[in-house]
């Protein structure tokens, strides 16, 4: 099945600091690409996909870029705010043809003013 | 739009109590629900996944009399955690998608605490 890979955390910034969180993955085939967040307490909520290579995800001022070339789809903001402190989860479908996710280990995020 | 609700947010019982979680896709028909626990600082773990009308798929390890699921309708899934006990103790999430490669929309999450 696919596998993927998202670096560790917790990644502590200050305010209106550019953020990468890396996440690269193996896969059959292109499938579509996903990033989460979930805020303390909460469920998970879809941030961004992909669901082509050299697509870009955007949403809340975060981008990713489908690589194929880097099997990576990392996940940048160029300007975080406190209100970004969150876990962030990298995940893209299990195997070809299921919609079982597979999800990275997740990154922590803190943003201090 | 792509709602999911769960409920409750939390729930707090003793040992030996079972314990129902549901899950309602608000606004949108959910083919397929799914139920992951996930352990502090860590990231989810797949449980378990229903489709409306047919008995739920199991993950490796996760037992089905345990964990009770059940899909009665294109937008509830119910998961019941059968005499539960503190080791069940965990965040219980469920999310659900409206059909192939659409994504997962989420609910809150359920925290269960066995005492």
């Known amino acids: 099945g696919n596998s993927v890979t998202q670096m560790e955390g917790p990644v502590t910034l200050s305010e209106e600091a550019f953020l990468t969180i890396n996440c690269t993955y193996t896969?059959?085939?292109?499938?579509?690409l996903f990033w989460y967040v979930q805020y303390p307490g909460e469920g998970l909520q879809l941030l961004l996909k992909?669901?082509?290579?050299?697509d870009k995800g955007s949403n809340k001022g975060f981008e990713a870029t489908y690589r194929k070339e880097t099997t990576s789809f990392h996940l940048e903001k160029g300007s975080v705010q406190v209100s970004d402190s969150a876990v962030y989860f990298c995940?893209?479908?299990?195997?070809?043809?299921?919609?079982?996710?597979?999800f990275g280990t997740g990154t922590r995020l803190q943003v201090f003013p | 739009g792509a709602v999911v609700s769960q409920h409750p947010s939390r729930v707090i019982c003793k040992s030996g109590t079972s314990v129902k979680i549901e899950c309602r896709s608000l606004?949108?028909?959910?083919?397929?629900m799914f139920w992951y626990r996930q352990f502090p600082k860590q990231s989810l773990m797949l449980m378990a996944t229903?489709?409306?009308?047919?008995?739920?798929?199991?993950e490796q390890g996760v037992e089905k009399d345990k964990f009770l699921i059940n899909h009665a309708s294109l937008t509830l899934s119910t998961l019941t955690v059968t005499s539960a006990h503190p080791e069940d103790s965990s965040f219980y999430i469920c999310?659900?998608?409206?059909?192939?490669?659409?994504?997962?929309?989420f609910g809150d999450g359920t925290r269960l605490s066995i005492l």
């Open positions: 995940a893209l479908p299990l195997s070809y043809n299921t919609d079982k996710l597979i």
């Open positions: 992909a669901t082509k290579a050299d």
């Open positions: 896969a059959t085939g292109y499938p579509s």
């Open positions: 606004d949108f028909q959910a083919t397929t």
């Open positions: 999310s659900a998608t409206g059909g192939s490669n659409q994504p997962q929309h």
């Open positions: 229903s489709n409306e009308g047919s008995k739920a798929t199991y």
